[in-house]
């Protein structure tokens, strides 16, 4: 079946025991490395299961999307990705603002920046390295931290409150030489990501630098304390 390149991209093979909420994070957390991102329509119900659309704002960036993330793991199931088939069309129909005009579909406000203040239980992934303590990370906030020589963990600091181990694993594991990623009990705002070496490491902190994860929260990366 052949679709035109369109700049809305359709996921399907998703893992169905995901919250959408959850889902849709975590799929604005490794899909905006590839362009702004308008909206994400995840549903719920039992037809639309596992499946998602992203809409980008450039072609360009849905043709990236979908070259670069085809097949990739997410939540231990690989993307299956495609255009859309008449976005406009499609996304319309489900959020009720059908048209029959099939042109790209107008950001009508995002769904998806409603804060939902819900305590998640952090993940914290038994690790090969020790505690945060063992690295330096200060006691109180993430600011001021002496700048350290290269090694092969990262410390993440200004993580927005929803970071999970999932949405953090998916932004470095692009990158050779990924490990692990640690979050720290207790605190929402930072993490530790660890590489096989410094060389690794490098490149990923140079890459994802100020990398915003949320359109509020630009990550902020610096080596670990030795």
Request: aromatic fraction near 10%; glycine fraction near 8%.
């Amino acid at each position: 079946m052949d679709v035109r390149p369109n700049s809305t991209i359709y996921i399907n093979n998703l893992n169905e025991k995901v919250k959408k909420e959850e889902l849709k994070k975590s799929l604005y957390a490794i899909f905006s490395q590839f362009g702004q991102i308008l909206d994400i329509v995840a549903l719920k119900t039992l037809k639309m299961r596992g499946q998602a659309f992203v809409i980008f704002k450039e072609v360009t960036s849905a043709t990236n999307a979908l070259r670069g993330m085809q097949g990739f793991p997410f939540y231990d199931k690989p993307m299956r990705i495609q255009y859309a088939k008449t976005d406009s069309d499609v996304i319309a129909k489900m959020k009720g603002t059908f048209t029959e005009r099939p042109a790209k579909p107008k950001p009508e406000g995002e769904p998806k920046k409603k804060k939902k203040k819900e305590s998640k239980q952090q993940v914290v992934v038994p690790g090969s390295f020790g505690g945060p303590a063992a690295y330096g990370y200060p006691a109180v906030g993430g600011a001021g931290v002496p700048e350290q020589p290269p090694n092969q963990i990262l410390f993440l600091t200004n993580l927005p409150e929803e970071t999970n181990e999932m949405m953090l694993s998916m932004l470095f594991t692009q990158f050779p030489g990924f490990k692990e990623v640690r979050l720290v009990p207790g605190r929402h705002d930072i993490a530790f990501v660890e590489f096989e070496n410094e060389v690794q490491s490098a490149g990923a902190r140079e890459s994802l630098q100020g990398f915003k994860i949320t359109p509020t929260h630009a990550m902020k990366i610096s080596f670990a304390k030795k």
